[in-house]
């Protein structure tokens, strides 16, 4: 199974043709991934895109290793089946020493994750489909901000709608619908709402340094290390949960002036943050960097 973890709610496309991954674009190939593997989009770099492999490969097939950030090494020859379980169908065919992150271990068998490149053209296209982009609600359905997100309204069956986008058995659609004045006020244009991550990996180049506001559970304030190279080492930055009600994390990074502030706030804070995007995915991991803008409730609370 090829998925970015964590892999909760995080948007995955089908592979339908065999691709060779490597550690880095244009480098040399670590194994192939086969037809039916779940892969869900990170950075994109020219033609290649990151993704992070995750899957069972028996515990004998692995060798201690000590090298951040990796600490066990494929060893049989000529290669070895990374599986979507424990003895289930393989994924992947990985050639010996490359390193993997051990995950958890059951029985025999050891769940194991590293990111890769693989070309782009090996991903199903994503976004909005290319033919009709009209759809009729054939039930009332309820409204909400993300994919599994709160309701916020409801429509009712036949009202049409025009497809913005397609994630994982969710459809993000526009409704045309007349409100009273007196129910509206203006927004900032330049605020993007309702933005999910899975949107920003699939497409970084539309998203990176647009703003978003997001609504955040803080968890702690942190130091960047070499693990993240996306912020300077040393930098202070909220690791957060979110956007809500979405189960990932992202990065804040702020101000030296403004870490005072946060050391005060209570873990599991909620927060709504104006930050605009660095970048989509770190590194190593799916998770998103905001520059802090502005935080627009919560800390007055």
Avoid: C, H
Avoid at 22 to 45: H, M
Avoid at 189 to 210: C, F, I, M
């Amino acid at each position: 199974m090829l998925i970015a973890a964590p892999a909760a709610g995080q948007s995955a496309v089908q592979l339908q043709q065999e691709a060779p991954f490597t550690k880095d674009p244009g480098t040399q190939s670590l194994g192939t991934l086969l037809p039916g593997a779940s892969v869900t989009p990170g950075r994109t770099q020219g033609t290649a895109v990151e993704v992070t492999l995750e899957g069972w490969m028996p515990s004998a097939s692995l060798v201690s290793r000590r090298r951040d950030p990796f600490d066990v090494a494929t060893r049989k020859r000529p290669s070895e089946n990374l599986r979507d379980r424990p003895d289930g169908a393989p994924t992947a065919r990985v050639v010996p020493n490359v390193g993997f992150t051990r995950v958890e271990t059951r029985g025999a068998w050891s769940r194991i994750r590293r990111t890769a490149w693989i070309d782009q053209k090996a991903i199903p296209a994503q976004g909005p489909p290319t033919g009709p982009d009209r759809v009729e609600v054939i039930r009332k359905a309820a409204l909400a901000v993300q994919p599994e997100g709160p309701a916020i309204g409801s429509v009712d069956s036949g009202a049409g709608a025009r497809v913005l986008a397609r994630s994982a058995g969710w459809t993000k659609v526009q409704l045309e619908i007349w409100l009273p004045d007196s129910t509206l006020r203006s927004t900032d244009t330049r605020v993007l709402l309702g933005l999910s991550q899975s949107e920003v990996r699939a497409n970084p180049a539309r998203y990176v340094g647009q703003l978003v506001e997001w609504r955040l559970q803080f968890i702690a304030v942190e130091k960047a290390d070499e693990l993240r190279p996306e912020i300077p080492e040393g930098q202070s930055y909220l690791l957060t949960r979110g956007p809500l009600p979405e189960p990932g994390f992202v990065y804040v990074v702020v101000p030296a002036s403004r870490v005072a502030q946060f050391r005060a706030v209570p873990a599991l804070k909620e927060l709504v943050i104006r930050g605009t995007i660095r970048s989509a995915t770190t590194k190593y991991l799916p998770t998103p960097v905001l520059d802090l803008v502005e935080v627009v409730a919560g800390l007055g609370e």
